[in-house]
Every structure is written in C-alpha cells, then in structure tokens.
C-alpha cells in the first residue's frame, strides 16, 4: 500500500531565509511524486512533480524538490521565502502503475515579514 | 492543465437535508475523482467516476450516502445525503490533465457547512 508522510504540522520561516517542507514516502512500486499548495479558501494548485529524470525539479512560484530514493524523501524547498508562500503545502504519491493519488497530512507554512 | 468549475462554492444546509455538488471541466476527461478534506485535515478521496460506468467508492464511503452521476466527458455531480454536521467539509473535484495524466488538478471546491 502506497503512503506518505509529512513530519511536521507547521514550519515557520523569516522572509527571505530558505525553506523545506519535508516529505517521506512509501510505495511498492517506481513512485509518481507531487507537491500541492492550497491558499485559504480555495482549491488545490499543482507545484510541481517527479516522475522520472533529474532529481531535482523545478515548479511554480520558485519552489523546487529534490527526490532521494535511498531516504525515499521529496522535501520542497525554496531558497528565499515570501510572506505570500504562506498556506498549506501537501505532498502526494502515486504508484506508477495505480490512478490514485494519496496524500499527506499536510504542512502549514508561516513565513513572518 | 484543465479549466474546473465547481457549484454551489459554499452553501449551509440543515440536517436531514440533500445536497448536489456539480463539477464542470472545459475539456473531455475519462476519470474524475472526489474528495472529501474535513476542516484542517488532508483529502481523502470518496469515488472515482469514470463515464458511463457506476463510481467506484472508497472503503468508508457508501453509494446511498454518496451518489454520484457521470453523464459525459465533461460533467459530474457528488450528492450528499441525509447530511448530518459530520458532514461539513470541502468538497473537491479533480481530473487528470489533459496532456499530463499523471498529474490531478483540481477544482475550487464546495465549503458545506451542516447545522
């Protein structure tokens, strides 16, 4: 059965210093790995994804994640952060061969002016 | 990726009572999917709808509680019913992109709040 996990329930930041938001998972086969984003009162906006090739991808609004097979880790990361990236950030998997994505518990991420 | 619609985008609704959310994507989708994400938690997926075919439900979720309607490749519908406060969440709609279908966008979602 596929999982993931997000340690954390929330991560405070100062603007302008780096952040990651950490992401674990478990599948059983060639993971398919994504990172959401949802502001208050709206819907779920795709980040970014791994499916294959280079282990760090780039997304939207600066955001990028770096896949590690061995820790079967993909931790989203932005070098300098902005008050307006606060919001709650989930991390999902899907098993290559499934059509269903699960999703984490979800981080919520304060970055303080 | 794919334009999402959803309606109502919020409505409070009294116990007992019935409610249809409708999603509306601007492209043909084969799969479409349903979530349910109680307040300050993660999705968890209710059914998959494919056209033409009865939903798929998730271990959890029931058809009579939770019907679900697939006319076409571009429209669906999620009732609740017999709604009990348990039920206040947002409900979301999602499809695979159209050209990346690996990828699941979503819809606004539906903020239902039972009394």
């Known amino acids: ?12 930041v100062a603007e302008g210093n780096p952040l990651t938001v950490k992401c674990t998972y478990s599948v059983s ?13 709206r819907g779920l ?17 600066g955001f990028e994640a770096e896949f590690n097979k061995s820790q079967t880790s993909f931790h989203l990361k932005k070098p300098s952060a902005l008050v307006s990236d606060s919001a709650l950030y989930f991390c999902a998997v899907r098993d290559s061969g499934g059509f269903k994505t699960i999703f984490g518990a979800g981080t919520r991420l304060f970055v303080k002016a | 990726s794919a334009v999402i619609s959803q309606k109502p985008s919020r409505d409070i609704c009294q116990r007992g009572t019935s409610l249809t959310i409708q999603c509306q994507v601007d492209s043909q989708v084969t799969m479409m999917f349903w979530y349910r994400q109680q307040p300050g938690q993660s999705l968890t997926l209710i059914a998959t709808a494919n056209q033409g075919s009865e939903a798929t439900y998730e ?5 009579d509680k939770f019907p679900i309607s697939r006319p076409n490749l571009t429209f669906s519908t999620l009732t609740v019913s017999n ?3 348990e039920d206040s969440s947002i409900y979301l709609c999602s499809v695979e992109g159209d050209r990346d279908v690996d990828t699941q966008y979503f819809g606004p979602g539906t903020r239902l709040t039972v009394l």
């Open chain 1, 29 to 41: 086969g060639n993971p398919y790995l994504f990172w959401y984003v949802q502001y208050p009162n």
């Open chain 1, 45 to 61: 906006q795709f980040l970014l994804k791994y499916i294959t090739g280079d282990n760090l991808v780039k997304g939207s609004y």
């Open chain 1, 1 to 12: 059965a596929q999982s993931v996990a997000q340690p954390e329930d929330q991560v405070n």
């Open chain 2, 59 to 63: 271990s959890g979720f029931v058809i």
């Open chain 2, 83 to 85: 709604m009990s406060p």
